[in-house]
């Protein structure tokens, strides 16, 4: 399966590269909502996110002559993407206040029937609390089921740091969230790992 995309996007590249322009509404229609699903995972609400999609798309409708062969075209795209959301939120300075051990604060009543979509906003709030490498390399291995490698790719790191960076993300937000979960009457075995 893996193959079979990469031999389209390359003969959708080759395309475009060959004059047929309106061929990139192909590759933007196949990857549109999982890059969009990653940059909501990088803290972006949905009009930021939006804006540096639509912002990746074009800087790599301008560089695709860069790409060899188009072999590789969602790696290129998530490491343009993820460029993109690291410039936005360097320009944005976001700022996010953390409370006591790191655990980011949470404001909803302890006494109150606690369901799923508060364990989903309570993993959100602890992704936030991660630096932006962690967040991202998290975000495409778990949201994205992308393979090390491919993260690594489009993270520009090696193999090795992009399973390092995981790991330790992995234990900061287990050591985040099991005391949280623990509160709000969740099991440790429902947050992710």
């Keep these: 399966m893996a193959t079979e995309q990469m031999n389209q996007d390359r003969e959708l590249v080759e395309g475009i590269l060959g004059g047929e322009k309106d061929r990139f509404g192909v590759l933007v229609e196949k990857y549109q909502r999982q890059?969009?699903?990653?940059?909501?995972g990088m803290s972006l609400d949905h009009d930021e996110a939006a804006d540096v999609l639509q912002n990746a798309f074009i800087r790599a409708y301008e560089k695709l002559d860069t790409l060899r062969g188009g072999e590789r075209f969602r790696v290129?795209?998530?490491?343009?993407?993820?460029n993109q959301a690291r410039?936005?939120?360097?320009?944005?300075a976001r700022v996010i206040p953390l409370t006591g051990d790191g655990l980011p604060e949470l404001e909803e009543?302890?006494?109150?029937?606690?369901?799923?979509e508060?364990?989903?906003?309570?993993?959100?709030?602890?992704?936030?609390g991660l630096t932006g490498?962690?967040?991202m390399v998290v975000v495409m291995r778990i949201y994205n089921e992308m393979p090390f490698k491919e993260v690594a790719e489009s993270c520009g790191m090696t193999v090795s740091k992009a399973k390092v960076t995981?790991?330790?993300?992995?234990?900061?937000?287990?050591?985040?969230?099991?005391?949280?979960?623990?509160r709000l009457g969740f099991s440790s075995q429902e947050l992710p790992k």
């Design 35 to 40: 890059l969009y699903r990653f940059l909501r």
């Design 109 to 116: 009543d302890r006494e109150a029937e606690v369901d799923r």
């Design 166 to 182: 995981y790991h330790r993300a992995m234990k900061t937000l287990s050591r985040w969230l099991t005391p949280a979960a623990d």
């Design 118 to 128: 508060k364990l989903g906003e309570l993993v959100c709030r602890a992704l936030d």
């Design 87 to 92: 410039n936005y939120l360097r320009d944005k």
């Design 133 to 135: 490498e962690q967040k």
């Design 76 to 82: 290129w795209i998530y490491s343009i993407a993820a």
